[in-house]
């Protein structure tokens, strides 16, 4: 639904959209488990049918080259993520409605004195895709494995009791956010949906409509347009019952406390403005720590252009995208990192600036760091140290900006270092990315788990990016636990979530050192070459088409003409 009339009208046609809502609410209780599956699974086809619609929408107010491999990025981060997620709650669904736990089936394990739940592979697709990925949800202290299997579930434990209608405040960067918290909203909390669209992603509403059309038809969902005010006027709403926001901590701020000395006012006093409950993904400042080893020529350079992956992925408009690159100022090949870092940085593919602001937040940089170096549009300041490192930790830049600090000490007087910063200094606990040599593991031993422990982050990634965690359709997305709406820094709560497991603390994910054939020549028996989502992947849109087709309708006959794309990359 676009909203641009007159405000009489604007407010009329939300609270049209809102009351459509509230009726589709009733029907919402009366549908089984097992017909909310069989919605997911259409809606899972259809992600499918109409993804060459989405990611040209999104190719469009990206301003990609529809020629370029980096359109990739928007089959890959868009209805494959979409279509991942959808099936993975179809099936969980599919196991409540049989009266089984969605973690029956499940791998537990234990790290950190907690119970892990394995999320990734759980499928022989998985492992032959993703091979030597693997990704674990470690749960709460003090919460077993038969809790778990009993919690796992979440609302649709119960789903004839629904909870009201929640407002999804979109994202305007990655397009499978908005429709993936639609999903969440939906089923972990038996909710209805508004969706806001964020206005820079106004040209993904058809393509959006289409996809999610199974849950628009019953009254379930809604898909609005327009302004901020558009927004301020759903979350304000007094049929509204619960507000999701994917952005800045800034807006939601905003959203929760309001503006200028009435905000602080409120704040100071503990009176928010917003009178429901809120949940959020809001970002930060994402580390990548580099632990000192024995590295190859050829593993300098992998490193180096998985590195520039994490920060210039989608032009660096991500909510997780690496900003500061945390090393060893007495590593005896810092200086050799730095040669490959600073050539893959220059090397990765241009683009335009497409979302608002950029280059303001890139001139801020070069204004606090003059010494930064400059490549195509794109910051990277090698070697700060000390006070010279704040405000790099302490701004978001969401923009194209890498700035690498320097600690001193080796081994586990690194490590300790490295996570003090890390948990101490930088703003936000969204992800934290971790990459070390295998033997580098090996030795540390319990120091290396212990470094794992100590990262107070909703997703660590080791020898991976976080971004890999998100893709992880049944692996949690969100903040570390226990932020408060006055001090909210990376969020309240998770989505994603497919198995819906209760009280989830962090997602781990590891990955390879190197990509095949060198992981399988070195022992890692991983077959993964370079990942699709890397920049630098030439086949990365074939790739990821194939991706998203397979992700729509799963089967082995689709798996050779990914294989044979994915090789070439």
């Given at each position: 639904?676009?909203?641009?009339?007159?405000?009489?009208?604007?407010?009329?046609?939300?609270?049209?959209?809102?009351?459509?809502?509230?009726?589709?609410?009733?029907?919402?209780?009366?549908?089984?488990?097992?017909?909310?599956?069989?919605?997911?699974?259409?809606?899972?086809?259809?992600?499918?049918?109409?993804?060459?619609?989405?990611?040209?929408?999104?190719?469009?107010?990206?301003?990609?080259?529809?020629?370029?491999?980096?359109?990739?990025?928007?089959?890959?981060?868009?209805?494959?993520?979409?279509?991942?997620?959808?099936?993975?709650?179809?099936?969980?669904?599919?196991?409540?409605?049989?009266?089984?736990?969605?973690?029956?089936?499940?791998?537990?394990?234990?790290?950190?004195?907690?119970?892990?739940?394995?999320?990734?592979?759980?499928?022989?697709?998985?492992?032959?895709?993703?091979?030597?990925?693997?990704?674990?949800?470690?749960?709460?202290?003090?919460?077993?494995?038969?809790?778990?299997?009993?919690?796992?579930?979440?609302?649709?434990?119960?789903?004839?009791?629904?909870?009201?209608?929640?407002?999804?405040?979109?994202?305007?960067?990655?397009?499978?956010?908005?429709?993936?918290?639609?999903?969440?909203?939906?089923?972990?909390?038996?909710?209805?949906?508004?969706?806001?669209?964020?206005?820079?992603?106004?040209?993904?509403?058809?393509?959006?409509?289409?996809?999610?059309?199974?849950?628009?038809?019953?009254?379930?969902?809604?898909?609005?347009?327009?302004?901020?005010?558009?927004?301020?006027?759903?979350?304000?709403?007094?049929?509204?019952?619960?507000?999701?926001?994917?952005?800045?901590?800034?807006?939601?701020?905003?959203?929760?406390?309001?503006?200028?000395?009435?905000?602080?006012?409120?704040?100071?006093?503990?009176?928010?403005?917003?009178?429901?409950?809120?949940?959020?993904?809001?970002?930060?400042?994402?580390?990548?720590?580099?632990?000192?080893?024995?590295?190859?020529?050829?593993?300098?350079?992998?490193?180096?252009?998985?590195?520039?992956?994490?920060?210039?992925?989608?032009?660096?408009?991500?909510?997780?995208?690496?900003?500061?690159?945390?090393?060893?100022?007495?590593?005896?090949?810092?200086?050799?990192?730095?040669?490959?870092?600073?050539?893959?940085?220059?090397?990765?593919?241009?683009?335009?600036?497409?979302?608002?602001?950029?280059?303001?937040?890139?001139?801020?940089?070069?204004?606090?760091?003059?010494?930064?170096?400059?490549?195509?549009?794109?910051?990277?300041?090698?070697?700060?140290?000390?006070?010279?490192?704040?405000?790099?930790?302490?701004?978001?830049?969401?923009?194209?900006?890498?700035?690498?600090?320097?600690?001193?000490?080796?081994?586990?007087?690194?490590?300790?270092?490295?996570?003090?910063?890390?948990?101490?200094?930088?703003?936000?606990?969204?992800?934290?990315?971790?990459?070390?040599?295998?033997?580098?593991?090996?030795?540390?031993?319990?120091?290396?788990?212990?470094?794992?422990?100590?990262?107070?982050?909703?997703?660590?990634?080791?020898?991976?990016?976080?971004?890999?965690?998100?893709?992880t359709a049944a692996a949690t997305w969100g903040a570390y636990p226990g932020h408060t709406i006055d001090d909210v820094q990376s969020g309240i709560g998770v989505v994603h979530n497919a198995f819906?497991?209760?009280?989830?603390?962090?997602?781990?994910?590891?990955?390879?050192?190197?990509?095949?054939?060198?992981?399988?020549?070195?022992?890692?028996?991983?077959?993964?070459?370079?990942?699709?989502?890397?920049?630098?992947?030439?086949?990365?849109?074939?790739?990821?088409?194939?991706?998203?087709?397979?992700?729509?309708?799963?089967?082995?006959?689709?798996?050779?003409?990914?294989?044979?794309?994915?090789?070439?990359?």
């Amino acid at each position: 639904m676009t909203i641009n009339d007159s405000p009489t009208d604007l407010w009329g046609a939300v609270d049209a959209a809102l009351s459509a809502l509230a009726e589709g609410e009733k029907i919402w209780a009366t549908i089984s488990l097992a017909a909310r599956a069989e919605l997911l699974g259409r809606v899972r086809e259809r992600t499918a049918q109409f993804a060459g619609k989405w990611v040209d929408a999104a190719v469009r107010y990206k301003r990609l080259d529809p020629g370029t491999a980096l359109v990739g990025e928007e089959w890959i981060s868009g209805p494959y993520a979409m279509a991942s997620g959808a099936g993975a709650l179809e099936r969980s669904l599919l196991a409540l409605a049989a009266g089984r736990s969605p973690l029956e089936k499940a791998h537990f394990g234990t790290a950190g004195g907690r119970t892990t739940v394995r999320v990734l592979p759980t499928s022989v697709f998985d492992t032959l895709l993703l091979s030597g990925f693997s990704a674990e949800v470690w749960l709460q202290p003090g919460i077993g494995p038969a809790e778990a299997i009993r919690a796992a579930g979440l609302a649709q434990l119960d789903p004839i009791h629904t909870h009201g209608i929640g407002v999804v405040l979109g994202a305007g960067n990655i397009t499978s956010i908005a429709p993936l918290d639609v999903l969440y909203e939906l089923i972990a909390h038996n909710r209805v949906v508004a969706l806001k669209l964020n206005p820079i992603t106004d040209p993904m509403l058809e393509p959006l409509t289409d996809v999610l059309e199974p849950f628009i038809a019953i009254g379930a969902v809604r898909i609005l347009t327009g302004a901020a005010d558009v927004g301020e006027y759903l979350v304000q709403h007094p049929d509204v019952a619960h507000v999701h926001m994917t952005g800045s901590a800034a807006t939601h701020d905003a959203i929760v406390w309001g503006h200028g000395e009435d905000a602080a006012t409120r704040k100071a006093a503990g009176r928010p403005r917003l009178d429901k409950p809120i949940t959020s993904e809001l970002g930060g400042v994402s580390p990548t720590i580099v632990l000192p080893g024995r590295w190859s020529k050829a593993d300098l350079r992998f490193q180096a252009d998985h590195i520039v992956t994490q920060r210039l992925h989608n032009g660096g408009y991500n909510c997780v995208a690496a900003q500061a690159v945390v090393i060893s100022a007495d590593w005896d090949q810092k200086d050799d990192f730095l040669r490959e870092l600073r050539a893959a940085y220059q090397a990765a593919p241009s683009r335009v600036a497409y979302y608002p602001g950029s280059d303001d937040r890139v001139a801020a940089a070069e204004s606090t760091y003059p010494s930064a170096e400059h490549f195509g549009g794109r910051v990277l300041m090698p070697g700060l140290r000390g006070d010279r490192t704040e405000t790099l930790l302490q701004t978001e830049y969401f923009a194209p900006v890498l700035g690498v600090v320097e600690l001193s000490g080796l081994g586990r007087d690194f490590t300790r270092a490295a996570a003090a910063v890390a948990n101490d200094e930088f703003v936000g606990t969204l992800g934290v990315n971790v990459i070390a040599h295998p033997a580098t593991i090996r030795a540390m031993g319990a120091a290396f788990d212990d470094l794992i422990e100590q990262l107070h982050y909703g997703t660590i990634a080791i020898n991976a990016w976080t971004g890999a965690g998100f893709l992880t359709a049944a692996a949690t997305w969100g903040a570390y636990p226990g932020h408060t709406i006055d001090d909210v820094q990376s969020g309240i709560g998770v989505v994603h979530n497919a198995f819906l497991i209760d009280r989830p603390e962090r997602t781990v994910v590891r990955g390879p050192f190197r990509p095949a054939p060198r992981s399988v020549l070195h022992g890692e028996w991983s077959l993964t070459p370079k990942p699709p989502w890397f920049v630098n992947n030439t086949t990365a849109a074939t790739t990821g088409r194939r991706l998203a087709a397979f992700a729509g309708a799963p089967g082995w006959g689709k798996l050779p003409a990914i294989f044979a794309s994915a090789l070439r990359g």
